[in-house]
């Protein structure tokens, strides 16, 4: 395949240095789901580690980085999940982590940041405008600005998680990948494409926040104005060229979907499979029930990447489904 930004050399190296409680997370298929979905589907559990998403696999490379070169502190935007991470991951060892935010973001996310002892700065925008302000911080302060999916940290560490799905290949045909920043797609995809490159790669964005998939489908950064999702932790308007770049050459295909897609998905989850996830995690599952064709007869993938959800909004989106039905 074509070269992109990530090496396996370096994924290999980057499980040596992650948290164990990060790696080797459940795959198993959930039978339950299958009726519905009419197709075989396996479950890679993201969620089971103390920031609840597949984040602290990137944040681990970039904090025993900091450590050992000597730094001291850095500074990341975030919808809550890499600030929930990298407040882990530097507190491990010894790092002042400032994260930026918009006041908008899930109140549970933002509480979690603070709970791990980051310093937290809120902004009345949305993501990209705490993007900015996270790299104002970096200039001003002379710290490092940790920049999900640019850095490549963040995809190689993402990317382990491809190590361990290509191990089960080629149980499973199809992976379907939730798609924001790219780092997980990219990272996920690299893998699977040099070591299982059977495997299909599928990259999921909801409708109301388009700007990576159109910029696939387009072969160009694609930006847009605004977002409108209940998936907060995709929910970009300006995807980065390198990212792109490396996506183009890993994603077999880009689909975008409803909204009542990914809370039908998260229902799923619940009922079916007993978990409670973002709506980020249920991209996947939507992707499946609004193609149902496409996927008849086959084994897929769902990475379910995080399981950050404020409660209350949660319980509206799934209708407070009980936890046991007769």
Not at 3 to 10: M, P, S
Not at 64 to 72: E, I, V
Request: negative net charge.
């Amino acid at each position: 395949m074509q070269e992109t930004r990530l090496d396996i050399a370096r994924i290999r190296a980057a499980r040596r240095v992650i948290d164990p409680v990060f790696l080797d997370t459940p795959l198993y298929r959930c039978e339950a789901l299958e009726p519905e979905l009419g197709c075989a589907v396996s479950v890679k559990l993201e969620t089971a580690n103390p920031v609840r998403s597949f984040k602290g696999r990137g944040t681990e490379v970039i904090a025993n980085l900091l450590a050992d070169n000597g730094s001291r502190a850095a500074v990341c935007a975030s919808a809550g999940n890499l600030g929930q991470a990298l407040a882990w991951s530097g507190r491990g060892r010894g790092l002042e982590v400032s994260v930026v935010a918009s006041r908008f973001a899930t109140v549970a996310k933002l509480d979690r940041i603070r709970a791990l002892g980051a310093r937290l700065e809120l902004v009345d925008g949305d993501h990209e405008l705490a993007r900015e302000r996270a790299a104002a911080i970096a200039r001003y302060d002379g710290i490092r600005l940790v920049e999900d999916s640019l850095d490549i940290e963040t995809c190689e560490g993402a990317a382990t998680i491809g190590l361990e799905l290509a191990d089960a290949a080629p149980s499973f045909d199809t992976v379907l990948i939730a798609l924001g920043g790219g780092a997980l797609a990219t990272g996920v995809g690299h893998v699977l494409k040099a070591l299982a490159p059977e495997v299909e790669v599928i990259c999921v964005q909801p409708l109301g926040a388009p700007a990576l998939t159109l910029s696939w489908r387009r072969r160009r950064v694609v930006t847009t104005d605004a977002t409108d999702t209940i998936a907060d932790g995709v929910a970009g308007r300006r995807p980065i060229p390198a990212v792109l770049d490396d996506l183009l050459l890993v994603a077999d295909d880009a689909v975008l979907v409803q909204e009542a897609s990914i809370i039908a998905g998260m229902r799923m989850l619940f009922d079916h499979a007993g978990l409670v996830v973002e709506p980020s995690a249920a991209l996947g599952i939507a992707a499946i029930l609004e193609d149902r064709d496409r996927f008849a007869g086959r084994h897929v993938v769902t990475i379910v990447c995080g399981s950050n959800v404020d409660v209350d909004a949660y319980h509206r989106w799934i209708g407070g489904a009980p936890l046991h039905r007769s």
